[in-house]
């Protein structure tokens, strides 16, 4: 039997010295909340067991109070992993074709509480996280480090609405891996060293020599294509 929501705010009310509200919300098993204590915000999940979920944290201290599990968390990298796969609305989702995006990138991890209420019941999706590699070199915060705060951010604020968090200019196979794997919601490749200029340089004859040397299945693509489609440019006087 689940736990009553009454029943996990009297235990975390009891053992923290504030509970925010707004990130209060049902998991399996039982209550998932942001709590203020005397050592500084936790993230508490209030069961009557172990749960997979409980099973995942780390850095976790675990108090009994009334009957009822209360289990304190660090703000950490893996915990907000772990919030991203439970608590569905917390992880960045596509934009879509509906409606409008707008990019709003917290560099400095420190607005993301804040920003989401500008956006709650209006036709408007926030990208929270605009993130590249020169950003993170100058801000010294690493990919995961970026959408992670706008995760705890997003919690807190009980945002369920929806965030995008963009990865752009990605040059390498690692970059690419390691932003699918924190969950961004969309890529930017930046495939500006992969373009030879060379060819520029060419002549026709050269250029076509250089386009046959492609697999066959390829150059039968492009030339099935409008690449030889006759172009007419009809010029008016006004």
């Known amino acids: 039997m689940a736990i009553k929501q009454v029943v996990a705010m009297n235990a975390l009310q009891e ?6 509200k707004a990130s209060v919300c049902a998991v399996d098993g039982g209550w998932l909340a942001l709590v203020n204590t005397e050592a500084g915000k936790r993230l508490a999940v209030v069961v009557d067991k172990e ?15 009334a009957g009822t599990r209360v289990i304190l968390a660090g703000l950490n ?6 919030v991203r796969r439970f608590v569905k609305w917390a992880a ?3 934009c879509g074709t509906r409606g409008t995006s707008v990019g709003f990138s917290d560099w400095l991890g420190c607005a993301d509480a804040f920003v989401v209420d500008l956006f709650a019941k209006r036709q408007m999706k926030p990208v929270l996280v605009d993130y ?6 100058a801000l010294q915060r690493n990919f995961l480090e970026a959408v992670d705060t706008a995760t705890w951010g997003v919690l807190e604020a009980g945002y369920k609405e929806g965030y995008g968090a963009n990865a752009a200019g990605l040059k390498s196979e690692e970059e ?9 919601s ?15 340089k060419l002549s026709d004859e050269e250029v076509e020599k250089r386009f046959y040397q492609f697999n066959e299945a390829f150059c039968a693509a492009v030339n099935a294509s409008k690449l030889n489609d006759e172009i007419y440019v009809c ?3 006004f």
């Open 132 to 137: 590249t590699p020169e950003d993170s070199m």
């Open 15 to 20: 053992l923290a010295a504030e509970v925010i």
């Open 92 to 94: 960045p989702s596509s």
């Open 176 to 184: 690419i891996v390691k932003a699918l794997l924190y969950g961004y």
């Open 235 to 237: 010029k008016n006087k």
């Open 186 to 200: 969309m890529i930017g490749f930046d495939c500006s060293d992969k373009i030879n200029l060379s060819i520029e």
């Open 77 to 82: 990298a893996n915990n907000a992993a772990v």
């Open 51 to 65: 749960t997979p979920m409980t099973g995942m944290l780390k850095e976790t201290e675990v108090k009994e109070i």
